[in-house]
């Protein structure tokens, strides 16, 4: 374990040491290309969360046996919805 730590420590320098990205004033260096996007090009590349009618019936049984063991929140499963009462008890839907 401790070779491990030694050989990642040791590349970790020699990459350091070898790129040349330090060697430029800071005047001189060209603008990092790709760092801002535009916002529907990122709406495509970051993951969307998950809809309610995307849950499998398994997933909404799982959700509504965790909200069954609160009174308060299995209340409110009744009158708004599991999806409802799931998040206001419980936070986001964990899958």
Do not use: W
Not at 42 to 63: F, H, Y
């Amino acid at each position: 374990m401790k070779t491990l730590a030694i050989l990642l420590l040791c590349s970790l320098a020699v990459i350091c040491l070898t790129s040349d990205t330090g060697s430029q004033p800071a005047g001189d260096q060209p603008a990092q290309e790709g760092l801002f996007v535009e916002r529907e090009h990122a709406s495509t590349v970051v993951r969307q969360k998950r809809a309610a009618a995307e849950l499998s019936l398994t997933q909404l049984e799982s959700l509504r046996e965790v909200c069954e063991a609160n009174l308060a929140c299995e209340n409110m499963m009744d009158t708004d919805g599991i999806i409802a009462a799931y998040t206001a008890y419980y936070g986001p839907i964990p899958y």
